[in-house]
């Protein structure tokens, strides 16, 4: 699992406790995926087609 962002790939922050969410690597189809581990919380942010 990488945990830097590669460039282009903007910071996302969590909603519920504000803090920076971790970049936890990208899916094929061209989504990043990013994890809060304070709240658990999961996001997946479409970057483009790689």
Same mark, same amino acid.
């Given at each position: 699992? #990488?945990?830097?962002?590669?460039?282009?790939?903007?910071?996302?922050?969590?909603? #519920?406790?504000?803090? $920076?969410?971790?970049?936890?690597?990208?899916?094929?189809?061209?989504?990043?995926?990013?994890f809060c581990?304070?709240?658990?919380?999961?996001? #997946?942010?479409?970057?483009?087609? $790689?």
């Open positions: 699992m #990488d945990v830097n962002r590669p460039q282009g790939v903007s910071p996302q922050w969590c909603p #519920d406790c504000g803090e $920076e969410l971790l970049f936890s690597g990208t899916q094929p189809a061209g989504f990043a995926q990013f581990e304070h709240c658990r919380y999961r996001r #997946d942010t479409f970057i483009g087609d $790689e």
